[in-house]
């Protein structure tokens, strides 16, 4: 099955870092985040496209693997890859390289399911906009 792939540099900013300098753990996740917005802007599927159509996608399930630490003043290269599925969620799996020497830091996935906006209702099937979407990425 086909993916989709989109990757951005990220500055490690001071406030990220502890007094070591090493990044907070936690930071990753976000840089998990900006990866998906930067991914949505870049393919045409940013949450504001899910809002217009009264939908969230919150994410149901995080998860981060460390494997080498972030200093403030790093780089860090996030490549997010949309895993299509039949079921009514979306899949991302994450990898974070630092830029200096392409080394690997963290794999991650997140998983986020649709919602209607005003009910918070759980939305079963994927919503006919992205059907669309998926079709006109070439991934089913």
Not at 4 to 26: C, K, M, Q, Y
Not at 113 to 125: A, C
């Amino acid at each position: 099955m086909k993916t989709l792939s989109h990757t951005i540099e990220v500055l490690i900013r001071f406030n990220e870092a502890d007094p070591l300098g090493i990044v907070w753990h936690g930071h990753y996740i976000r840089y998990f985040e900006d990866g998906r917005e930067a991914f949505g802007k870049k393919h045409g599927m940013g949450y504001m496209d899910f809002f217009k159509e009264n939908v969230v996608v919150p994410i149901v399930h995080a998860e981060c693997n460390y494997k080498k630490s972030l200093k403030f003043g790093d780089t860090v290269l996030v490549e997010s890859t949309y895993h299509p599925c039949e079921a009514a969620k979306i899949i991302f799996h994450y990898r974070l390289f630092k830029k200096s020497d392409n080394s690997l830091v963290a794999t991650g996935t997140t998983t986020q399911v649709f919602l209607e906006r005003e009910s918070q209702t759980l939305i079963l099937n994927n919503p006919p906009f992205f059907l669309e979407w998926k079709k006109q990425m070439g991934l089913f």
